[in-house]
C-alpha cells in the first residue's frame, strides 16, 4: 500500500515539475534547439526518480553523447554550456538519491572524507577567486563528480549491480566510437598538420581519447573473466579492439601511452598469452600505419616546433606562475585564465595541459596535496582490496582498476584528465559501487 501511494505521490510531483518547468523554460528568450534540451532533460530527470538505478544509468550513458551540443553549436544559454547544466541535474538527482537513503550514509566509503576535504579548500578559494562565476563552474563540475561518487555507493548493492554499471560504461562508448568512425571516412574530424583527428561527440580527440581507456579496460576486464565458450566474451572483446582503433585515430599520444601500460601491466599480472596477442597487434598497427607510427615517434624524437617541446615551455612559465601563490593558489578552476593573465595569446593554447600544475595553479600546494592524498589514499584502497579479496572477479576488477588508476595518474603529468568529466563521472561511479561488496561480505 505505501509503494502504491508513493507511485501515485511521486507521478503528481512529477507532473506538476514537468509542466511547471516547461511553462518556465518555453517562456525564455531562447533558440527552439536549447529550449528543446532543457525539457529533454527535465523528463528525464523526473522519470529517473521512478527508478534511480536506472535513472543513473542512464545519465551516466548519455553524458559522452551530450557534448555534441556544444561542439556542433546546438545549445546556447550565456555563460552555461550543456555541460554544467547536465551537471546540475545530476547533482540535484544525486541529493535526491542520497536523502532517500539517508540511513544508510553511516556506510559511506571513507574515501569520501578525503573527497570532502579537497571540496571544502575548493569552496574557500572562492572567497579569493578573482573570477568568481569560473571558480564557481569548476566547483560544481568537482560536486557533481562526488555526489555521482556517493550516490553510487548507496545504489549498487551486489554483483548483478555491479554488472550493470560495467556494461553502461563500456557502451556508452559506442555512440560516440561510431561517430568518430563516421568522421574518419568524411574527414570531418579536427585536421592538424594535415592529420584528421576523431573526436565523435565531444569537443577534443583528447577527450574522447582518455574517455575510451576505461571502457577499453573493462571490456578486456569482462572478456577474460567469463567462460570463452559465451559469445558474449567475444561481443567485448571486439568492443575492446574497436575502441582501441578508435583511440588510435584520436592522435592522442597520452593516450597510447596509457592504453599500452594498461595492456602490460595486465599481462604483466596475470595474462601473459593475452599481453603477447595485443602487444603483437599493436605492433602491427605501428608498423603499418604511418599517421600512428610518426605521431608516436614524437613522444621520445621531439623537436622545437613539437607540441611536446611547447608543453615543456608552457610548463615552465606555468610553475613560475604558481610559485607567486604557492600555498593558496588563485581560486578554483582559474589555472587557464591565470595562464591567460601572464602568458602571451601568441604562444598558444592557455590550458596548462598538466593536471598537478592545474591543481597548483588553482588551489595551491594546499589543493595538490589534497587531491594526492585522496588519489593515494584510493590507490591504497584498491591494493588492499586486490590482495585480500576472496572473490576472483571482485579481485580482479581491482587490480584492473588500480592499473587504469595508475596509468591515468601518470599521463595526468602531460595533459588534463581530470577535465574530462565524461572520464571522471563513470570512474568515480564505479569506485563508489565497489565498497559496498566489501561491507555486505564483512
Known amino acids: 500500500m505505501r509503494e502504491k501511494s508513493r507511485l501515485r505521490f511521486l507521478i503528481i510531483a512529477a507532473a506538476s515539475f514537468f509542466i511547471l518547468g516547461a511553462t518556465f523554460v518555453l517562456s525564455l528568450p531562447l533558440e527552439n534547439p536549447t529550449k528543446f534540451l532543457l525539457l529533454t532533460l527535465i523528463a ?46 545530476m547533482i540535484v538527482f544525486s541529493l535526491i538519491i542520497i536523502f532517500d537513503h539517508r540511513r544508510e550514509m553511516k556506510k559511506t566509503p571513507y574515501l569520501t572524507v578525503f573527497w570532502a576535504a579537497f571540496l571544502l579548500w575548493s569552496i574557500i578559494s572562492l572567497f579569493y577567486s578573482f573570477n568568481i562565476l569560473e571558480s564557481f563552474k569548476e566547483l560544481s563540475r568537482y560536486l557533481s563528480i562526488f555526489f555521482n561518487f556517493l550516490a553510487a555507493s548507496l545504489l549498487f548493492k551486489d554483483n548483478d549491480d555491479l554488472s550493470r554499471l560495467i556494461k553502461t560504461i563500456i557502451w556508452s562508448a559506442f555512440i560516440p566510437s561510431i561517430m568518430a568512425t563516421v568522421q574518419y571516412f568524411d574527414e570531418s574530424g579536427l585536421i592538424e598538420d594535415q592529420i584528421n583527428r576523431v573526436y565523435g561527440s565531444m569537443v577534443h580527440p583528447n577527450m574522447l581519447a582518455f574517455f575510451l581507456t576505461l571502457p577499453i579496460i573493462l571490456a578486456i576486464f569482462i572478456f577474460l573473466n567469463i567462460r570463452k565458450q559465451r559469445v558474449e566474451a567475444y561481443v567485448y572483446l571486439l568492443l575492446a579492439a574497436f575502441y582501441s582503433s578508435i583511440l588510435f585515430l584520436t592522435y592522442t599520444r597520452g593516450a597510447y601511452v596509457v592504453l599500452l601500460l594498461m ?101 595551491g600546494l594546499i589543493g595538490l596535496g589534497l587531491y594526492l592524498l585522496l588519489i593515494f589514499v584510493l590507490a591504497s584502497s584498491l591494493w588492499r582490496a586486490y590482495r585480500h579479496e576472496k572473490l576472483p572477479r571482485l579481485r580482479m576488477l581491482n587490480l584492473f582498476l588500480l592499473i587504469f588508476l595508475f596509468s591515468t595518474k601518470l599521463m595526468s603529468a602531460g595533459d588534463n584528465v581530470i577535465s574530462d568529466t565524461a572520464l571522471e563521472w563513470e570512474f568515480w561511479a564505479l569506485i563508489g559501487a565497489l565498497p559496498h561488496l566489501e561491507r555486505l561480505k564483512s
Open 44 to 89: 528525464l530527470f523526473l522519470g529517473s526518480l521512478f527508478d534511480y538505478q536506472k535513472g543513473f544509468l542512464l545519465f551516466l550513458f548519455l553524458r559522452p553523447i551530450i557534448d555534441l551540443a556544444t561542439t556542433k553549436g546546438i545549445f546556447y544559454l550565456e555563460n552555461f554550456n550543456i555541460n554544467a547544466i547536465y551537471g546540475f541535474f
Open 263 to 363: 595492456l602490460f601491466l595486465v599481462g604483466l599480472f596475470h595474462f601473459r598469452r593475452f599481453l603477447l596477442f595485443s602487444l603483437t597487434a599493436l605492433l602491427l598497427i605501428y608498423a603499418f600505419y604511418g599517421p600512428v607510427q610518426d605521431r608516436f615517434n614524437t613522444i621520445i624524437n621531439y623537436g622545437e616546433s613539437d607540441s611536446i617541446s611547447w608543453r615543456l615551455d608552457l610548463y615552465r612559465d606555468s610553475i613560475s606562475y604558481a610559485a607567486k601563490k604557492p600555498l593558496i593558489g588563485y581560486g578554483v578552476g582559474l589555472a587557464e585564465k591565470v595562464i591567460d593573465r601572464y602568458r602571451d595569446f601568441r604562444l598558444g593554447s592557455s590550458k596548462p595541459h598538466n593536471d598537478f600544475i592545474l591543481l597548483a595553479l588553482d588551489g
